[in-house]
């Protein structure tokens, strides 16, 4: 009689096929509405809205919900166009005027900052937002995914502001803020003020945040009896508006932006940036020096250095030497010119080297006699001129 078998054990799952218990595996790709921003198309919150309008398709599929995984090779269509290639990240300062809103379109038709700069640069998105009659630095970059983590407050950036308010500030009541305060039901987190100057009515505030909600300071600020009338936005974070013109902009270098980012730029921007696409570049090797110096070989006598005693009489020498190579000079250059002979009555010549011939010694040619060099003919005003001269060089009887 023949023994059964056991039922074979069913084999066990490896480490790669089953995860861990307790932890759920990781979906692959990533949410459509996050690509969409990512590659500058639009935010979030409009690509959902985008979906829900039909208006994008996934691999020949049009989407009616946001709640779709795609990954890198998936082919999508926004309008029936391809979605663009994601470029570097990018993020610039800019400087918000007063009478702009902060959004891509208006139901009222009010100007937009970006309908000012649709022109002068590529679609972005803002960090955040400033009000209708608010001003200040405003974060721009071209990547939404970006800009929504930039502005959560969990990333514990600070925003400063300079505010000017209507009435005089209580300092107990300001002290206060600085561990929250609720408003009609909406609960700030802590704001840091402090009083700069008073001046007559209108009193000048700094006031520092981290979350900036919607109309945040103008609440708060109407809650403890001041109101705001002018409100300046000066610093998000590590980046400051500084002297940027009003309604100008300026990119943030590529090298400062990755330092402030780190881990919140997208992979593929960083891995441009690593492979050296951007940045400063990189100094050549030199082969050689420039210049080729052609050094005579020391003699045999001087092969053994001068003392210092051989080096002051040589100086000696020298300084000695300068007197008797000036005096060579001069009679070098005397025997050279030209000169011009003047017989006195006795029969004697007179020669000066340097005239010319038919010229009086110490005059220049065309003056009259008895005029020095630079003056005017005559003789000099004074009591010294009533009296005759005699002419230089006759005799008296």
């Known amino acids: 009689m023949t023994a059964s078998r056991p039922p074979a054990k069913p084999a066990a799952a490896t480490p790669d096929d089953t995860p ?8 692959e790709g990533e949410r459509i509405a996050k690509v969409l921003a990512r590659a500058g198309v639009c935010s979030r919150r409009d690509g959902e809205k985008m979906i829900a309008e039909g ?9 009616d919900t946001p709640a779709v995984r795609v990954l890198p090779s998936s082919a999508i269509l926004v309008d029936g166009k391809p979605l663009p290639e994601a470029d570097v990240t990018r993020l610039w300062l800019y400087h918000k005027p007063t009478g702009l809103v902060t959004s891509h379109k208006d139901e009222q038709d009010r100007p937009t900052v970006f309908d000012k700069l649709k022109k002068r640069l590529p679609r972005v998105v803002s ?13 721009l970059t071209n990547d939404g995914a970006l800009a929504r983590s930039l502005e ?8 400063r502001y300079r505010v000017r308010v209507l009435g005089t500030p209580n300092p107990e009541k300001i002290a206060a803020l600085g561990g929250g305060v609720t408003v009609e039901g909406v609960t700030y987190g802590p ?22 909600k919607n109309r945040e300071i103008r609440k708060v600020m109407e809650h403890i009896g001041l109101q705001v009338n002018r409100l300046l936005r000066i610093s998000f974070g590590p980046f400051h508006l500084g002297r940027i013109a009003r309604g100008a902009f300026e990119e943030v270098p590529r090298r400062q932006l990755h330092d402030a980012l780190g881990g919140a730029m997208r992979p593929d921007s960083a891995a441009k940036d690593k492979a050296g696409r951007t940045g400063w570049a990189k100094p050549k090797a030199k082969s050689g020096p420039r210049y080729k110096l052609k050094l005579k070989p020391p003699a045999k006598d001087d092969a053994a250095p001068a003392s210092s005693a051989a080096r002051q009489g040589a100086a000696g020498t020298k300084t000695a030497a300068k007197p008797q190579r000036r005096e060579a000079a001069k ?54 001129t009533a009296a005759k001269t005699k002419p230089r060089g006759s005799r008296s009887s």
């Open 152 to 159: 959560l407050p969990s990333r514990g950036w600070v925003r």
């Open 331 to 384: 009679s070098a250059l005397g025997a050279d010119r030209p000169t011009a002979r003047k017989t006195t009555p006795d029969g004697k010549t007179m020669t000066k080297p340097g005239t010319k011939p038919g010229t009086k010694p110490g005059t220049k040619p065309g003056t009259k006699p008895g005029t020095k060099l630079g003056s005017k003919a005559g003789p000099r005003p004074g009591p010294k």
């Open 127 to 139: 960090v955040g937002r400033l009000d209708l009659n608010s001003e200040g630095l405003l974060l």
């Open 55 to 63: 208006r994008v398709s996934v691999d020949g599929r049009v989407l």
């Open 191 to 212: 704001i840091q003020v402090t009083i700069d100057t008073q001046t007559g009515r209108n009193a000048w505030l700094t006031v520092s945040l981290s979350e900036g």
């Open 20 to 27: 861990p218990s307790g932890v759920t595996a990781k979906p």
